[in-house]
């Protein structure tokens, strides 16, 4: 399964809604943290981890998508 920057924006906002920050309103900056904070993780996941697989056929070491 690839990794989805709007699925991850979507549980840090129920995240923060369930301890109490409200996403919605004027003022609220919830839903641009959460877009900030999923966009950053899943960029450097997606270049920086790697998986090694060490037995079988499809032994070698890969990226994360």
Do not use: C, H
Request: no cysteine; glycine share 10%; hydrophobic share 40%.
């Amino acid at each position: 399964m690839a990794l989805s920057k709007s699925s991850l924006k979507g549980r840090i906002i129920s995240e923060m809604e369930g301890i109490g920050f409200k996403s919605t309103g004027q003022y609220s900056w919830v839903e641009e943290l959460a877009e900030a904070l999923a966009n950053a993780v899943v960029d450097e996941v997606q270049q920086n981890a790697q998986v090694p697989v060490t037995s079988g056929s499809s032994a070698g070491t890969y990226q994360v998508e």
